[in-house]
């Protein structure tokens, strides 16, 4: 896992080898200086002073000063500031550890290696490769921070999907066994080479087309270096019990720790079950099987126009797609299905789906389905909305934000002592498109709705899961906790002021 050595701006307080100050209201920023060695020299590089520390592990919060020395944190306890090169005084504010981020999508993360929008959320560290896409060469994936270094710490997960498109394509069939033993030795190359663990994206082509023993196969090469199995089940809505079962199927067969992707429920026939969803995860943690879960703190979910369509009709990429459309019975077929999906999910259309990104009208940015097909169409009903995104599927696709999910149900899934907190974001470019607002606002709202207003949790266990339990879960050594002799990943923040800004609206 790299370690960054450089000073960013975020909304927070963030001290990560690099000190990085901003408070709700405006930013003050400090640079890193080089120390020179003379026969004063202090004693620490940096010293926080007039804490209160939440230190990660859950416990109530603390005062202490906090003395930092070539990376990491040297003293907890009263530090005079002299001793130090540079002080803050935190003006009794919290000081906690920084932000691991477990489920993000940043691929891309070198094109944007200030990762403004998530160190704006405090978030110090993040783990990519999730949801069965990722690099399959993780050396020189993880290797290019090198020449770009990077403004978080950053690991990786190696992802079925990729593995399975590298060796086999799209193809939608089991894998030959010389195909299979290619898959499993891409998968031990990069557990070699630095990967976390294994994902499974089981929504997505090609992820969907594989069998659970193919999986279970490769969660055990994994398993083998001490990695942990991340998986987007095979469902979420309609099926959503069952892709459970399978996922704790995959962690016993495997004997490899399980974290649940984005848990929710996505079927509103569904709402209100989640004390069901829960409970398969207590009865496995009961037989001894780790599982734990990640979750964005919002009732919408983010994903491609693509996964509207039924898995067998994007077999083989768009331009195979295109040609089952372009073939009247298939067309049909397709729009059967995807009406029958509608209807075992309680939506009656899909006014819920929202488009946040489309390059060739970006015009549509913002608007639902249901508002594309009014204007673009002249009229709003189902098969209308349906003609639309065989458009825009055509058209190279969509981002989307998917309005699916009871406020009552993330609470429920919240309260549960293995949840984690997770945006599964990417990093954004202010002011492009109209993403979800957990790229910018996910940590934030935590503290700010769910811990101050709310008071549905702690705020030490919020901390908590923002950081020791991410770090434990994913075996990030030596972060996650405010502990002598750990990496100086730190977030200063006022937990009577700190707020989420961004809105589905605008983000």
Known sequence: ?????????????????????????????????????????????????NARIVDGTGNPWFRADVAIKDGRIARIGRIDPKQGRTSIDAKNQIVAPGFIDVHAHVESIYELPEAENFVRMGVTSLVTGNCGFSETDVAEFLGRSKDKPLAVNLATLVAHGAVRRKVMNQENRAPTPEEQKQMEALVEQAMKDGAVGLSTGLIYVPGTYAKTDEVVKLARVAAAHGGVYATHMRAEGNGVMEAIRESIQIGEQAQIPVDISHFKISSKKLWGKSSETIGLIHEARGRGLSVTVDQYVYTASSTSLDSLLPSWALAGGRTQGKTRLADPTQRERVAREMKDTLKQSGFKDFAYAVVAGYEPNPAYNGQSIREIAKTAR????????????????????????????????????????????????????FGEGVPHPRGYGNNARVLGRYVRELRLLSLEDAVRKMTSLPAQTF?????????????????????????????????
């Not at 406020?407 to 470019?429: C, L, N």
């Not at 990496?487 to 605008?506: G, H, P």
């Open 1 to 49: 896992m790299k370690i960054p050595f450089r000073f960013t701006l975020t909304l927070f307080v963030t001290l990560s080898t690099a000190l990085l100050i901003a408070s709700a209201l405006g930013f003050i920023s400090l640079r890193a200086q080089q120390s020179t060695q003379t026969a004063s020299a202090p004693l620490y590089d940096l010293i926080v002073t």
């Open 378 to 429: 002249g009229k709003d009903n189902l098969d209308a909305q349906l003609e639309q995104i065989f458009e825009m599927y055509a058209a190279g696709g969509a981002g989307m934000i998917y309005h699916k999910m009871s406020e009552d149900d993330v609470k429920a899934i919240m309260r549960e002592p293995w949840t984690m907190i997770a945006s599964d974001s990417g990093v954004r470019r």
């Open 475 to 507: 075996n990030l050594g030596n972060r996650g906790l405010v502990r002598e002799g750990f990496a100086a990943d730190l977030v200063i923040f006022d937990e009577n002021t700190i707020s989420d800004r961004a809105t589905f609206e605008q983000p």
